[in-house]
């Protein structure tokens, strides 16, 4: 970490010159433990801050010029003004997660100044560990240090949400950008996305290890399915109000009313309502197996949940199957399952320490000898939220 943030305070002042205070930032990504598609729903979910990161080195500038340089897009720098109109850019540019945080602080009327900005990463991009949060939050987090202001956690993450629909054009829950604005060291997040409540839940490193391991394989033809699966749950709530009036999302809805439903549910529709309602109640019985440390039982629940987004959600892809088959076999294993929005990215696993050597070694040998590509395995313990590191 201190080398990363010596070299990239060295970048920074090569493409910006020398002077002045620099603030440098670190925004993690996240991993999922479990409650996968239960956030657009109001339910819950149990996600953890990684120790892949973007690190942003930044200063003020006087003029209220934003000039922004990543080295992972570094054919093109961001450039606008914070005293404007602050203009969503194309779809697919990277500049919408500078811009869209910049414009949201805006629209709140805090006060902002312009700033260089120079990012590195360690977290890969597009991988389902939520860069685009990461960069949201950390953007947010450089311009309100900057201007010296302050915020709380969550109503950063609020906004940065609005920042992602608005700007991104991803109609995305509260997930991650709650838990990359407010994670906690050495704890998971039982985050409740209706109220917002949360409850950290303990991860022992001498007990545990979370495994992260990256398919590194995308399925082609891949757009509109995060807005389907919003339609079918909406479908189903749609179903479940004529009964009920007061129900308004798929939280509220029992296991036992779906399946009593299933008759008079479209096909499609009765399995993404299965999966969401067993899903919720799966991550809140996951996070007291956790406190109590029972984590066989609570790994069991990590590999149902992977069933059910296979066989009800629909979005599993056969590498992260692999994946996921492959680790439940190997020794001190308590679970694993693909975790984020799925049609690619990444699985987690809960595996004990001293069988995590071995288990990285067999994990990406079984793929690789599958697929013939090679998985990055990230082992991470449960970092703080994005903060001011300098
Ligand atoms: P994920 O959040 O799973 O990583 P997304 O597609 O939601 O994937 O977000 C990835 C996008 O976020 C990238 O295409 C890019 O536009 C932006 N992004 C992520 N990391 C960086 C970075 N280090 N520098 C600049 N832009 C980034
Ligand atoms: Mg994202």
Redesign the pocket.
Known sequence: MLDHLQQAKESFIKRFGEGGRIHAIRSPGRVNLIGEHTDYNDGFVCPMAIEPH?LMICRAREDGQVNVH?S??AEHDVRFSVDGEIARARSGD?SN?VRGPAAMLRSKGVPMVGMDCY?T?T?P???????????EVGTMLALLTLAGNEMGAQEIASLCQRAEHEY?G?PCGIMDQSIVAGGREGHAMLLDCRDLSRRFIPLDPLELRVVVVNSNFKPQLVGSEYDDRGRECEAGVAHFRKLNPGITHLRDVTLDQVLAARSDLDETVFRRCRHVVAENARCQQFAELMEKRQYEQAGELMVQSHESLRDDYDVSTTHLDHLVDSAVRLKGVYGSRMT?AGFG?CTVSLVQPRHVEQFAEQIRASYMQTFDITPDVIVTTATNGAQLIE
């Open positions: 973007v990543s992972a897009y990277w997660y990012i990463n977290l991009t597009g991988s389902g560990l939520s860069s685009s949060a990461a960069m991104a991803m984020g990215g």
